[in-house]
């Protein structure tokens, strides 16, 4: 079993740089965003840099899987 607490303590523990380079090319995530009205979901690296915009969850999903990485779910 993961130790999803630890692990996030850990996580927060991290430098702006030291986390900005976890996982860079390895890790991606989603947001949801509102986009004139409408849902758009964005996939960033784990940098935070904005790697592509869409529609639904499933393609922004595709996406990260298509490039070999991670996907990672943020509560």
């Known amino acids: 079993m993961i130790d999803t607490v630890g692990a996030r303590d850990y996580l927060k523990s991290l430098s702006k740089q030291d986390f ?3 996982g860079e090319g ?3 995530y ?3 965003i509102d986009f004139l009205g409408e849902k758009r979901f964005v996939v ?3 940098d935070g840099r ?3 915009v869409y529609e639904d969850w499933n ?3 595709d996406t990260i899987e298509t490039r ?3 996907a990672v779910i943020l509560q």
């Open 20 to 22: 900005q380079s976890l």
């Open 26 to 28: 390895h890790i991606a």
């Open 30 to 32: 989603i947001r949801e």
């Open 44 to 46: 960033y690296g784990a």
């Open 50 to 52: 904005q790697i592509s």
């Open 59 to 61: 393609h922004a999903l």
């Open 68 to 70: 070999d990485m991670e």
